[in-house]
């Protein structure tokens, strides 16, 4: 023989399937509203196309940004060198402007005033100088 199920088990059943019920519908308000947030701020559609472009790119083109280049100076007693050959500070600044920067190595005998000659002459001629050594 079955047993019959009692009122009170037949109320609890109800009363998980309404609030399961409760839940789905709340979890659904809650995902349409944030769908519409998403559509509102992120623009419209979702990335799929059909937007009419042909991919050929109307737009301004964003600047190109170029690798820095530098010069590389060696100052040492006996004279000022790029890439190994000797050369005066006038030709070394010239060298240099293209660039606009300069590496300057600077080796331990070196005088003060030489080295503050060429920095000066440098930024005189608008090139940023970075100096490595003492």
Known sequence: MSQVPSAKEIAKHVDRRQIRRKLILFGALITAIVLAVLYGTCGHGWG???????GSGSGPAAP??????????????DGITIDGAKVTRDKAIQTCKAAGRALVKVTGNTVQADWDELRTALEGAGIKVYRQGN
Do not use: M, S
């Open 64 to 77: 190109v940004k170029q690798a820095a280049t530098q010069c590389e100076i060696r100052l040492a007693p």
């Open 48 to 54: 799929l196309g059909g937007g009419g472009g042909d």
